[in-house]
DNA sequence: TCTAATGAAGTTGTAGGATGATATGTATAT
DNA sequence: ATATACATATCATCCTACAACTTCATTAGA
């Protein structure tokens, strides 16, 4: 666990700082789309490092699909919707109302794959969920080691719909809330309400082996819900039963 | 558009296939979690090529989180839920399997934002959505033009529900089908679908301005369910409703 | 003997220059 | 006027060298 507290308090390294400036701009509008970065020179003089800096920045940002550079022309700044990949940023991490934000969208993908896990689990994908169940109930204490385990049967659902992409983004997400609550925490503690929440994975667990779809997917709303609520993120209702109207 | 073609069919660069080999070594478990990478000497001897691409491949694979490089030490492969980002591969939007599941992930995705949106969009974003499905209307055939208006129409609904992680999501995802699309087509037009799909995006918009988060849902859901099956893919039913109990 | 300082070797980080490949515009020759 | 050849600008790749950091063995000293 120390590990990956050293991972993320990563040296800025000269590349990633130079590639995160650029990012800035992009992001900021300064450097609309379309637009043509100045050559690898120039920016190596405007920024003070080599130019195999100025390059390896501008690899992460083209991986990124951020830009796109053409041998013999220069750099150009694509528009967002062609972006190859999601990031976010780990600041914005900090934010509580991003956290919010981070359980909504968690609802929204957990819930109904839920109801297709119960509807396509095989028996091998109950046995992995049982077995992250079984390891998340077996520590007394909220301790990080329960935390992964938790992930873990999260993570063993999303696998059960069968739909790779679906795992890939719930992963993503749980991940994401996992370090957004890790900076949040160490002042209040959690850990006396274990047993709520394994209670609300066993209900999930059970509507899964049952393969009632309707029931699992309610289970984990109200799992996420009350997962919101005891990291103090008061989850403004994922679904239409509000029905307010709008106004 | 010529220019979204020519950058989608971008020479592969050197750091970039060396990149693409590295990590596929890492997703298939060669390189398990914790590992170390070869050197940056040795690798450069293992693909032939300079040390100064070896570096910029491992700077693409450290932006994404996949490894991490300690100076003197070495890089090290990092646990899958340590990602930063996600990125789906280009080849394997060719497969139409694929293509089925992401629209499923669309479909759970859109629909239930669709009920947010009814419920929280403002006049400002109903104007918004209007002038995409106006614009999407206006083009009597199924060109890019009317394709990208298409893709607005949904970005805007997803903005309207005031949640950008959803809005970042959606887009991706929406993007991703795009250029799935986009590859799989050029054999079948559905020119005269138009109808069809301006009629079912009407509705979802009359939900919205009657704020009905339920009929917003419902007409949602049908829509992509209606442009899976437009494209050739039949969308295996991504709500509970089919309630077969697993087997 | 044990401890601490020293130093050597290995690895990543950064710098700088040289050459190849590609696109663009210009000048020349037909 | 058109087409070819050339010059230039830029990215792509390679190469060498050195700096910074880590590890481990060696050695000097108590």
Same mark, same amino acid.
């Given at each position: 666990? +120390?590990? !990956?507290?050293?991972?993320?308090?990563?040296?800025?390294?000269?590349?990633?700082?130079?590639?995160?400036?650029?990012?800035?701009?992009?992001?900021?509008?300064?450097?609309?789309?379309?637009? !043509? =970065?100045?050559?690898?020179?120039? =920016?190596?003089? +405007?920024?003070?490092?080599? !130019?195999?800096?100025?390059?390896?920045?501008?690899?992460?940002?083209?991986?990124?699909?951020?830009?796109?550079?053409?041998?013999?022309?220069?750099?150009?700044?694509?528009?967002?919707?062609?972006?190859?990949?999601?990031?976010?940023?780990?600041?914005?991490?900090?934010?509580?109302?991003?956290?919010?934000?981070?359980?909504?969208?968690?609802?929204?993908?957990?819930?109904?794959?839920?109801? =297709?896990?119960?509807?396509?689990? $095989?028996?091998?994908?109950?046995?992995?969920? +049982?077995?992250?169940? #079984?390891?998340?109930?077996?520590?007394?204490?909220?301790?990080?080691? $329960?935390?992964?385990? #938790?992930? =873990?049967?999260?993570?063993?659902?999303?696998?059960?719909?069968?739909?790779?992409?679906?795992?890939?983004?719930?992963?993503?997400?749980?991940?994401?809330?996992?370090?957004?609550?890790?900076?949040?925490?160490?002042?209040?503690?959690?850990? #006396?309400?274990?047993?709520?929440?394994?209670?609300?994975?066993?209900?999930?667990?059970?509507?899964?082996?049952?393969?009632?779809?309707?029931?699992?997917?309610?289970?984990?709303?109200?799992?996420?819900?009350?997962?919101?609520?005891?990291?103090?993120? !008061?989850?403004?209702?994922?679904?239409?039963?509000?029905? #307010?109207?709008?106004?």
């Amino acid at each position: 666990m +120390k590990q !990956r507290l050293a991972a993320i308090g990563t040296v800025e390294t000269l590349p990633h700082r130079v590639a995160a400036f650029m990012s800035r701009e992009i992001e900021s509008g300064e450097l609309s789309p379309g637009a !043509r =970065l100045p050559t690898e020179q120039e =920016l190596s003089e +405007k920024f003070g490092v080599s !130019r195999n800096v100025v390059r390896e920045a501008i690899a992460q940002l083209r991986a990124d699909g951020m830009i796109e550079a053409r041998q013999g022309i220069g750099a150009f700044v694509l528009a967002p919707q062609q972006r190859a990949s999601i990031r976010i940023d780990r600041e914005a991490l900090k934010d509580t109302n991003n956290m919010e934000r981070l359980f909504e969208l968690r609802c929204i993908l957990e819930a109904e794959s839920a109801a =297709l896990a119960a509807a396509r689990r $095989s028996q091998e994908h109950l046995d992995a969920i +049982k077995t992250a169940l #079984d390891r998340m109930g077996g520590e007394e204490r909220w301790e990080d080691g $329960s935390i992964d385990a #938790d992930l =873990l049967f999260h993570r063993e659902i999303a696998r059960a719909t069968g739909n790779s992409y679906i795992h890939t983004f719930i992963s993503f997400v749980c991940e994401q809330i996992r370090q957004s609550i890790h900076y949040a925490r160490l002042t209040n503690p959690l850990h #006396d309400l274990v047993e709520v929440n394994v209670g609300e994975h066993v209900r999930i667990y059970e509507a899964l082996v049952a393969g009632d779809p309707a029931a699992a997917e309610a289970a984990m709303r109200a799992h996420i819900i009350g997962a919101a609520n005891r990291v103090g993120v !008061r989850l403004p209702l994922a679904r239409g039963e509000r029905a #307010d109207g709008g106004r």
